[in-house]
Protein backbone atom coordinates (compact mmCIF):
# COMPACT_ATOMS: atom_id res chain seq x y z
CA UNK A 1 0.00 0.00 0.00
CA UNK A 2 1.16 3.47 -0.61
CA UNK A 3 2.57 5.60 2.48
CA UNK A 4 3.69 8.92 2.97
CA UNK A 5 6.62 9.55 5.68
CA UNK A 6 6.43 13.42 7.19
CA UNK A 7 10.21 13.80 9.00
CA UNK A 8 9.81 15.67 12.14
CA UNK A 9 6.21 16.17 13.64
CA UNK A 10 7.29 19.67 14.71
CA UNK A 11 9.77 22.20 13.23
CA UNK A 12 10.77 25.56 14.37
CA UNK A 13 12.38 28.56 12.58
CA UNK A 14 12.81 32.09 13.16
CA UNK A 15 10.70 34.69 10.95
CA UNK A 16 13.37 34.94 7.70
CA UNK A 17 14.31 32.14 7.98
CA UNK A 18 14.33 28.44 5.36
CA UNK A 19 11.36 26.42 6.01
CA UNK A 20 12.47 23.03 4.87
CA UNK A 21 9.12 20.23 5.46
CA UNK A 22 10.55 16.56 4.22
CA UNK A 23 7.85 14.14 2.83
CA UNK A 24 9.16 10.92 1.02
CA UNK A 25 6.90 8.49 -0.26
CA UNK A 26 6.63 5.12 -1.32
CA UNK A 27 5.59 4.08 -4.29
CA UNK A 28 7.98 2.98 -7.09
CA UNK A 29 6.14 4.84 -9.50
CA UNK A 30 5.54 8.34 -9.28
CA UNK A 31 2.18 9.41 -7.99
CA UNK A 32 0.34 12.57 -7.57
CA UNK A 33 1.64 14.61 -4.99
CA UNK A 34 0.24 17.26 -2.74
CA UNK A 35 0.86 19.37 0.06
CA UNK A 36 -1.73 20.83 2.13
CA UNK A 37 -1.52 23.43 4.81
CA UNK A 38 -4.32 23.76 7.88
CA UNK A 39 -4.54 26.95 9.73
CA UNK A 40 -5.59 26.80 13.37
CA UNK A 41 -9.53 26.08 13.61
CA UNK A 42 -9.37 26.05 9.84
CA UNK A 43 -10.00 23.21 7.13
CA UNK A 44 -7.17 22.22 4.86
CA UNK A 45 -6.18 24.43 2.20
CA UNK A 46 -3.98 23.40 -1.33
CA UNK A 47 -0.61 24.51 -0.93
CA UNK A 48 0.52 22.56 -4.64
CA UNK A 49 0.62 19.60 -6.43
CA UNK A 50 2.74 17.35 -8.49
CA UNK A 51 1.15 15.72 -11.47
CA UNK A 52 4.00 14.93 -13.84
CA UNK A 53 4.34 18.18 -15.40
CA UNK A 54 7.11 19.46 -14.13
CA UNK A 55 9.81 18.16 -10.97
CA UNK A 56 9.75 22.08 -9.72
CA UNK A 57 6.29 22.79 -8.79
CA UNK A 58 5.05 26.52 -7.04
CA UNK A 59 2.70 26.93 -4.90
CA UNK A 60 1.14 29.42 -2.93
CA UNK A 61 2.37 32.30 -0.40
CA UNK A 62 6.38 31.32 -1.47
CA UNK A 63 5.83 27.94 -1.33
CA UNK A 64 7.78 25.27 -3.68
CA UNK A 65 8.47 21.75 -3.55
CA UNK A 66 10.66 19.39 -5.88
CA UNK A 67 10.00 16.15 -6.74
CA UNK A 68 13.06 13.71 -6.87
CA UNK A 69 12.06 10.39 -7.68
CA UNK A 70 15.98 9.10 -6.98
CA UNK A 71 14.62 9.90 -3.27
CA UNK A 72 11.16 9.42 -3.51
CA UNK A 73 11.04 12.60 -1.89
CA UNK A 74 8.92 15.94 -2.43
CA UNK A 75 9.71 18.24 0.70
CA UNK A 76 8.70 21.56 0.75
CA UNK A 77 10.34 25.34 0.84
CA UNK A 78 9.92 28.71 1.70
CA UNK A 79 13.26 30.89 0.98
CA UNK A 80 11.90 33.16 4.04
CA UNK A 81 9.55 32.48 6.74
CA UNK A 82 6.55 34.78 7.48
CA UNK A 83 4.97 35.04 10.94
CA UNK A 84 1.22 34.40 8.93
CA UNK A 85 3.19 30.65 8.24
CA UNK A 86 2.51 28.97 11.55
CA UNK A 87 0.11 25.81 10.55
CA UNK A 88 0.45 22.22 10.14
CA UNK A 89 1.61 21.18 6.75
CA UNK A 90 0.28 17.72 5.02
CA UNK A 91 1.90 15.87 2.50
CA UNK A 92 0.10 13.15 0.89
CA UNK A 93 -0.24 11.35 -2.30
CA UNK A 94 -2.81 9.16 -4.56
CA UNK A 95 -1.86 6.71 -7.61
CA UNK A 96 1.13 5.10 -8.29
CA UNK A 97 2.32 1.68 -7.49
CA UNK A 98 0.60 0.07 -4.66
CA UNK A 99 -1.87 2.77 -4.14
CA UNK A 100 -5.49 4.14 -5.92
CA UNK A 101 -6.66 6.92 -7.75
CA UNK A 102 -9.67 7.23 -5.61
CA UNK A 103 -8.16 8.23 -2.30
CA UNK A 104 -6.16 10.63 -0.95
CA UNK A 105 -3.11 8.89 1.68
CA UNK A 106 -1.73 11.85 4.39
CA UNK A 107 1.09 12.01 6.16
CA UNK A 108 0.47 13.02 9.96
CA UNK A 109 1.72 16.08 9.73
CA UNK A 110 4.40 18.64 10.65
CA UNK A 111 3.62 21.59 12.66
CA UNK A 112 5.40 24.63 11.92
CA UNK A 113 6.24 27.50 14.08
CA UNK A 114 7.51 30.61 13.48
CA UNK A 115 9.32 32.54 16.36
CA UNK A 116 9.78 36.46 16.36
CA UNK B 1 -18.19 31.78 -3.25
CA UNK B 2 -17.49 27.84 -3.46
CA UNK B 3 -17.41 25.71 -0.85
CA UNK B 4 -18.07 22.97 1.46
CA UNK B 5 -19.94 22.78 4.26
CA UNK B 6 -20.58 20.99 7.24
CA UNK B 7 -22.86 20.94 10.39
CA UNK B 8 -22.43 21.03 13.19
CA UNK B 9 -19.37 22.51 13.62
CA UNK B 10 -19.15 21.36 17.45
CA UNK B 11 -21.26 18.75 19.07
CA UNK B 12 -21.01 16.52 22.37
CA UNK B 13 -22.66 13.79 22.67
CA UNK B 14 -23.20 10.53 24.63
CA UNK B 15 -22.23 6.91 23.63
CA UNK B 16 -25.29 5.25 21.80
CA UNK B 17 -27.10 8.60 20.86
CA UNK B 18 -27.43 8.35 17.09
CA UNK B 19 -26.11 11.75 15.03
CA UNK B 20 -25.38 12.90 11.57
CA UNK B 21 -23.21 14.81 10.30
CA UNK B 22 -23.99 17.00 7.60
CA UNK B 23 -22.09 17.99 4.60
CA UNK B 24 -22.92 19.99 1.44
CA UNK B 25 -20.73 21.36 -1.80
CA UNK B 26 -21.70 23.72 -4.21
CA UNK B 27 -19.07 23.17 -7.02
CA UNK B 28 -21.61 19.71 -8.94
CA UNK B 29 -18.42 17.75 -7.72
CA UNK B 30 -18.77 14.05 -8.68
CA UNK B 31 -16.24 12.86 -5.90
CA UNK B 32 -16.73 13.30 -2.04
CA UNK B 33 -15.14 11.86 0.89
CA UNK B 34 -15.12 11.59 4.82
CA UNK B 35 -11.90 11.57 6.94
CA UNK B 36 -11.09 12.11 10.42
CA UNK B 37 -8.07 13.52 12.15
CA UNK B 38 -6.81 13.01 15.29
CA UNK B 39 -3.20 13.74 16.95
CA UNK B 40 -0.29 12.02 15.89
CA UNK B 41 -2.26 10.29 12.83
CA UNK B 42 -2.98 12.80 10.54
CA UNK B 43 -6.17 12.39 8.24
CA UNK B 44 -7.95 9.12 7.61
CA UNK B 45 -10.22 8.44 5.29
CA UNK B 46 -13.63 6.86 6.41
CA UNK B 47 -15.77 6.25 3.28
CA UNK B 48 -16.01 8.16 -0.06
CA UNK B 49 -18.28 8.78 -2.95
CA UNK B 50 -17.91 8.63 -6.75
CA UNK B 51 -21.05 9.83 -7.63
CA UNK B 52 -24.64 9.79 -6.62
CA UNK B 53 -25.33 6.63 -5.27
CA UNK B 54 -21.79 4.94 -5.35
CA UNK B 55 -20.23 4.75 -2.06
CA UNK B 56 -17.36 2.77 -0.63
CA UNK B 57 -15.38 2.39 2.37
CA UNK B 58 -12.36 3.84 3.20
CA UNK B 59 -9.60 2.73 5.63
CA UNK B 60 -11.48 3.44 8.86
CA UNK B 61 -14.96 2.48 8.11
CA UNK B 62 -15.91 0.75 11.35
CA UNK B 63 -18.88 2.35 13.08
CA UNK B 64 -20.09 5.05 10.24
CA UNK B 65 -22.51 5.16 7.21
CA UNK B 66 -22.80 7.18 4.50
CA UNK B 67 -25.44 7.76 1.81
CA UNK B 68 -24.90 9.90 -1.48
CA UNK B 69 -28.70 10.55 -2.50
CA UNK B 70 -28.28 13.77 -4.06
CA UNK B 71 -24.87 15.02 -5.82
CA UNK B 72 -24.55 17.95 -3.52
CA UNK B 73 -25.09 16.09 0.20
CA UNK B 74 -22.78 13.46 1.38
CA UNK B 75 -24.11 13.20 5.20
CA UNK B 76 -21.88 10.95 7.44
CA UNK B 77 -23.79 8.44 9.97
CA UNK B 78 -22.72 7.44 13.44
CA UNK B 79 -25.45 4.92 14.53
CA UNK B 80 -24.37 4.01 17.64
CA UNK B 81 -21.05 6.78 18.56
CA UNK B 82 -18.53 5.16 21.14
CA UNK B 83 -15.74 7.24 23.01
CA UNK B 84 -13.32 6.39 20.66
CA UNK B 85 -14.82 8.04 17.42
CA UNK B 86 -14.30 11.36 19.01
CA UNK B 87 -12.24 12.84 16.56
CA UNK B 88 -11.92 16.13 14.20
CA UNK B 89 -13.79 15.63 11.25
CA UNK B 90 -13.51 17.13 7.54
CA UNK B 91 -15.98 16.36 4.10
CA UNK B 92 -14.01 17.04 1.10
CA UNK B 93 -14.95 17.31 -2.09
CA UNK B 94 -13.06 17.48 -5.71
CA UNK B 95 -14.45 17.24 -9.64
CA UNK B 96 -14.14 14.16 -11.82
CA UNK B 97 -12.88 11.10 -11.44
CA UNK B 98 -8.70 11.39 -11.04
CA UNK B 99 -6.96 12.86 -8.05
CA UNK B 100 -4.86 15.14 -9.77
CA UNK B 101 -7.34 17.58 -9.21
CA UNK B 102 -7.37 19.70 -6.04
CA UNK B 103 -9.51 18.12 -3.06
CA UNK B 104 -11.60 21.73 -1.00
CA UNK B 105 -12.13 20.61 2.88
CA UNK B 106 -14.82 21.64 4.82
CA UNK B 107 -14.12 23.75 8.00
CA UNK B 108 -14.28 20.29 10.19
CA UNK B 109 -16.77 19.14 12.88
CA UNK B 110 -15.23 18.38 16.37
CA UNK B 111 -17.09 15.50 17.71
CA UNK B 112 -16.94 14.55 21.33
CA UNK B 113 -18.97 11.26 22.39
CA UNK B 114 -19.00 11.20 26.43
Known amino acids: AQSVTQLGSHVSVSEGALVLLRCNYS??????LFWYVQYPNQGLQLLLKYTSAATLVKGINGFEAEFKKSETSFHLTKPSAHMSDAAEYFC??????????????FGKGTLLTVNP | EAQVTQNPRYLITVTGKKLTVTCSQN?????MSWYRQDPGLGLRQIYY???????DKGDVPEGYKVSRKEKRNFPLILESPSPNQTSLYFC?????????????FGPGTRLTVL
Open chain 1, 27 to 32: SSVPPY
Open chain 2, 49 to 55: SMNVEVT
Open chain 1, 92 to 105: AVSGGSGGSNYKLT
Open chain 2, 92 to 104: ASRAGQGFYNEQF
Open chain 2, 27 to 31: MNHEY
